[in-house]
Every structure is written in C-alpha cells, then in structure tokens.
C-alpha cells in the first residue's frame, strides 16, 4: 500500500513533523511531491528535453573525448547510471496518480524500465555512429541500472508503510547497484 492510496495524509504517515524523525523519507517525498506540481500532460516537457540532452551528449564525437584513466572512465560510465535515473524519473511523472503521487504499480515500472531500455538501445546505436564512438552492452545495462534505482526509491516512498531506514536501505542499495553496474561496464570489457 502506498501513503498515496491511503487516506491518510502524508504527515499523518510518519510524524507532525516528518523532517525530525525521518529527514530523508521527507526529503524524497518533497522533492517527488515538487515534481508531481508538473501536469502529466506537461510531463512529456521535461521527459523529451532530457531525452534530447542524452541525444546531445551522445552526438559529442570521440575525437573530441580525451582518453581517460581509469577514475574517469568509471566516472562516466557511472553517468550513464545518473542520465537514465532521471529519464526513469520523468518518465514517472507520465503514471496515473493517487493522492498526490505517481501510482509506481509493477505494471507502470516495468513500462517505464521497457521505454529506458529502448531508449538506452538507441542512444548506443546512436553513439555507434558518432565518429570516435561505440555502443556497448554494458552501457544500456547501466542505464537499466539507474532507471530501476529510481524507481525502487520513488515507488517505496509513496508507501504509506515507508520508514527512514526503508529509505537509506533502498537509496544504499540503488547506489551500489548503480557503482557496480558501472565498475562492470570499466573494468570488464
């Protein structure tokens, strides 16, 4: 169940003062609850204009890139991580809403991991084509890395259940996911 379907309203779900005894649990939901002022009619706006950044970032030829070491080029595989937790994020803010948040049901996550897969594909096709550029397999499996991270925390803070230690132990886990995920793409191709 998730505070959004509850009648409860969200203060009553963790305290008077949620910032007190759960300051990362109401940070998350008031950052969620800041993006979800933004109409699901408007949600395409931010979701077509991080897609087209990604585009863009993606079109930077190769030449242009200088050959990193190794702290840098984990740095940017872990960006790939960041870029796609955001597209999963916007792509959120297209669900079907209750109570003030995004209704992140196993249906409406598992739409929004399909569409940052796709679209992870496509920028690696789209980046074989860039001069001094590749695609690789590790790179779409970090995007899925992020978006699924994203999603994970958003959809355990709209529970009504949610606790602090719920919170860290998600945002803990999605960060090793997401640190993993690019050590893989660094280190093992």
């Not at 996550?109 to 590749?134: I, K, N």
């Not at 355990?156 to 090793?176: C, K, Q």
């Amino acid at each position: 169940m998730d505070w959004a379907s509850s009648s409860k309203p969200l203060a009553a779900s963790t305290s008077a003062d949620p910032s007190r005894r759960a300051p990362l649990l109401a940070a998350t939901r008031g950052a969620g609850a800041l993006l979800l002022r933004i109409g699901r009619g408007w949600a395409l706006l931010p979701l077509a204009a991080w897609m087209a950044l990604i585009w863009s970032v993606s079109s930077i030829s190769g030449r242009t890139l200088v050959a990193a070491p190794l702290p840098s080029a984990f740095l940017r595989n872990l960006a790939h991580a960041f870029e796609f937790g955001v597209l999963a994020l916007f792509a959120a803010l297209l669900a079907p809403r209750a109570r003030g948040w995004a209704r992140l049901d196993a249906r409406a996550c598992a739409l929004v991991v399909l569409g940052v897969a796709l679209y992870g594909v496509v920028d690696e096709v789209h980046q074989s084509r860039t001069p001094g550029r590749s695609a690789t397999w590790e790179d779409v499996v970090t995007d899925l890395v992020g978006g699924a991270s994203v999603l994970l925390v958003a959809a355990y803070a709209g529970r009504a259940d949610a606790t602090e230690r719920g919170i860290w132990l998600r945002f803990g886990a999605a960060a090793l996911a997401c640190l993993a995920s690019a050590g893989v793409a660094t280190w093992v191709v």
